[in-house]
T-cell receptor, first 115, second 111 residues
Framework: EAQVTQNPRYLITVTGKKLTVTCSQNMNHEYMSWYRQDPGLGLRQIYY???????DKGDVPEGYKVSRKEKRNFPLILESPSPNQTSLYFCASSSGRLAGTDTQYFGPGTRLTVL | KQEVTQIPAALSVPEGENLVLNCSFTDSAIYNLQWFRQDPGKGLTSLLL?????REQTSGRLNASLDKSSGRSTLYIAASQPGDSATYLCAVKDRDDKIIFGKGTRLHILP
């Protein structure tokens, strides 16, 4: 089954404790991205990657890191989480605009609480 | 900076009516526009994607149009059903391959 998976689905942590949220897709997609969703602010792109070893900042990259060492994986790293990073996080992937159809497929989301 | 706006923020209509959801964007230099639905507490499901060179796309009771020059897209839902109740989001991919979302329209279909 074609899908985007994220782990963990729920996470409660404390300020300053490094964490990683994993994202994996099995569709051989070039484009992957991370979003956060907050009430009243909607979905905002954090980082995106158009291919292996290529990453770019979205609208809200501060406090986050990503890496794209393999095509299928795109982990989101919070080196020193703060309470304002409490949010619902989504990973998504697509084939990329050069491949023709560029439909984005979303993972189920990770609800992160930073105390 | 690209901005995407969806008006209204919320909409209630009786079952069976046809309806139109609106999405506007400030910069016409986009690669594509995509419509999604999101059910409460769930992820996003893609409905339709329109490439910048296209005018519309259809899937079942849904029809999405794109007028790039005026910075507008509409999502038309025919013969609405209670199961259509959800939040509908539009998103554009700009020339830097960034993706910008609108804040969505929360749709409630009244049985």
């Amino acid at each position: 089954e074609a899908q985007v998976t994220q782990n963990p689905r729920y996470l409660i942590t404390v300020t300053g404790k490094k964490l990683t949220v994993t994202c994996s897709q099995n569709m051989n997609h070039e484009y992957m991205s991370w979003y956060r969703q907050d009430p009243g602010l909607g979905l905002r792109q954090i980082y995106y990657s158009m291919n292996v070893e290529v990453t770019d900042k979205g609208d809200v990259p501060e406090g986050y890191k990503v890496s794209r060492k393999e095509k299928r994986n795109f982990p989101l790293i919070l080196e020193s989480p703060s309470p304002n990073q409490t949010s619902l996080y989504f990973c998504a992937s697509s084939s990329g605009r050069l491949a023709g159809t560029d439909t984005q497929y979303f993972g189920p989301g990770t609800r992160l609480t930073v105390l | 900076k690209q901005e995407v706006t969806q008006i209204p923020a919320a909409l209630s209509v009786p079952e069976g009516e046809n309806l139109v959801l609106n999405c506007s964007f400030t910069d016409s230099a986009i690669y594509n526009l995509q419509w999604f639905r999101q059910d409460p507490g769930k992820g996003l499901t893609s409905l339709l994607l329109i490439q910048s060179s296209q005018r519309e796309q259809t899937s079942g009771r849904l029809n999405a149009s794109l007028d790039k020059s005026s910075g507008r897209s509409t999502l038309y839902i025919a013969a609405s059903q209670p199961g259509d109740s959800a939040t509908y989001l539009c998103a554009v991919k700009d020339r830097d391959d960034k993706i910008i979302f609108g804040k969505g329209t929360r749709l409630h279909i009244l049985p």
